[in-house]
């Protein structure tokens, strides 16, 4: 059964870094669009960025860009990403998520993992 | 970017109601909309893609409609295990991606 499970998550201070990963199973992997979602406490979802299938696509919200890096290793069914001069507002619980479907318009999410939680504070 | 906007934030229901759920975009998605299920502590459940198709082993009582930009989630006959936040997203390959700030369904 397609798996997805989170980890990397912890307490850092603002302005320091972290780095997600998701460990994907069940599915070719290296088929899918992932995408990485954030959930404030007691708030909404947000999109933060995604990856094409070969990792040649990459798109983020602009409020990460130039701070986040997302990237996969299809050989080892991982998907990552890179959190740098992260701020308080960051503070999340962080979801990987598999786009599909695959060889047509996609971007609805289909698996989800269980999420790991980033909490930036001094 | 995208704007969406769902209403109500809140809704109170009873077991056995109908409930509708409305979800605007700030332009038009043609029909790139999904809807998702959060009960807390969980991850999203995928209910509805491309606005109108049912998602794997979701009950029929959930269904989905619109197009361009406005979209509606309804469930016919609301049953305690719907008591949940629903989300709507907008989605095109190639462009970002976004959520509505979540509906609450709770009990009356």
């Known amino acids: 059964q397609v798996q997805l499970v989170e980890s990397g998550g912890g307490l850092v201070k603002p302005g320091g870094s972290l780095r997600l990963s998701c460990a994907a199973s069940g599915f070719t992997f290296s088929d899918y669009y992932m995408s990485w979602i954030r959930q404030a406490p007691g708030k909404g979802l947000e999109w933060v960025s995604y990856?094409?299938?070969?990792?040649?696509?990459?798109k983020y919200v602009d409020s990460v860009n130039d701070r986040f890096t997302i990237s996969r290793d299809n050989s080892k069914n991982s998907l990552y990403l890179q959190m740098n001069s992260l701020r308080a507002e960051d503070t999340a619980v962080y979801y990987c998520a598999r786009e599909w479907p695959v060889g047509s318009t996609h971007g609805a999410m289909d698996y989800w993992g269980q999420g790991t939680l980033v909490t930036v504070s001094s | 970017d995208i704007q969406m906007t769902q209403s109500p934030s809140t809704l109170s229901a009873s077991v056995g109601d109908r409930v509708t759920i409305t979800c605007r975009a700030s332009?038009?998605?043609?029909?790139?909309l999904a809807w998702y299920q959060q009960k807390p502590g969980k991850a999203p459940k995928l209910l509805i893609y491309?606005?109108?198709s049912l998602g794997s082993g979701v009950p029929s009582r959930f269904s989905g409609s619109g197009s361009e930009t406005e979209f509606t989630l309804t469930i016919s006959s609301l049953q305690p295990d719907d008591f949940a936040t629903y989300h709507c997203q907008q989605y095109n390959s190639y462009s970002s991606r976004t959520f509505g700030q979540g509906t609450k369904v709770e009990i009356k």
């Open positions: 990856i094409s299938s070969s990792g040649t696509t990459i």
């Open positions: 332009q038009s998605i043609s029909s790139w």
């Open positions: 491309k606005a109108s």
